[in-house]
């Protein structure tokens, strides 16, 4: 049982092998079941049940992660935070659930399904797969965060608007100064803005530092459009 908590895992991730494949199909299942049931999570003791159950597995994610970190004795400051994009988002998926407040959604739904659907397509495990702690919930806390969002497009109607796009990446890079500052003041590197990350990543394929921050704004921006694109669609159809 401890071998699920160790430091190095005893085998390695292999991306797109049967276990990553299925933990996609069964995140997209959960999706696909939640829009089915979305009538009968609009009921008001149901909704409570699903929203308040989803918000604390969310928040228990983050905390056993830090837990873990300490556990296996790499927690530091300058990296360990909840800081990290993931991290924010997590939190604040979690905080929307709760409040189910406008403003919030506009920043989670792109940031935080955008972000969280890159990662769990390729994610950054490398020693660690099913059943080994830093997979399950690797997958929990990105899954969750698309789960939560999806939840509150079917059941709560949210729908974002052309404009919210471009309030995301405005607040989005708001926090990227913020971090920014952080890391000076703490010699960090959350949000890999100081520099690459150690493993391989995307942003190899972009440039040096600090060249691949523009690419990556350009990558960020699209991708906001392009989640926002299946709202388009239906708007369209509705005015038609």
């Known amino acids: 049982m401890s071998d699920l908590f ?10 797109f092998s049967l276990t990553h494949l299925l933990t996609l199909f069964v995140i997209i299942a959960v999706c696909f079941g939640m829009y089915i049931m979305r009538k009968q999570l609009k009921k008001d003791l149901l909704n409570k049940i699903f929203r308040y159950s989803l918000a604390v597995t969310l928040l228990f994610s983050e905390i056993s992660l830090m837990w873990w970190l300490n556990y296996i004795g790499v927690w530091s ?11 924010l988002s997590l939190l604040l998926s979690s905080l929307l659930l709760i409040t189910r407040n406008y403003k ?8 935080g399904v955008g972000s969280a659907l890159q990662a769990m397509i390729t994610p950054d495990l490398h020693a660690y797969t099913f059943p080994h702690f830093r997979y399950v919930h690797f997958f929990i806390s990105h899954g969750g965060i698309v789960v939560a969002n999806l939840f509150i ?21 708001s926090y990227t100064v913020f971090i920014f500052i952080i890391n000076l003041l703490l010699q960090g590197n959350y949000m890999y803005i100081m520099r690459k990350p150690v493993n391989p990543s995307i942003l190899d394929y ?6 691949y921050i523009i690419p990556l704004e350009v990558i960020t921006l699209a991708t906001f459009l392009l989640l926002y694109i299946p709202f388009y669609f239906v708007k369209f159809k509705q005015e038609t």
């Open 104 to 111: 919030l959604f506009e920043f989670t739904y792109f940031v």
């Open 77 to 87: 400051i300058q990296d360990s935070l909840p800081l990290h994009l993931s991290s």
């Open 153 to 173: 497009v079917f059941v709560e109607g949210f729908r974002p608007s052309l404009k919210s796009v471009f309030k995301a990446f405005l607040y989005l890079n």
């Open 6 to 15: 160790i430091q190095d895992g005893s085998q390695p991730f292999i991306l």
């Open 206 to 211: 972009l440039g040096p530092w600090p060249i």
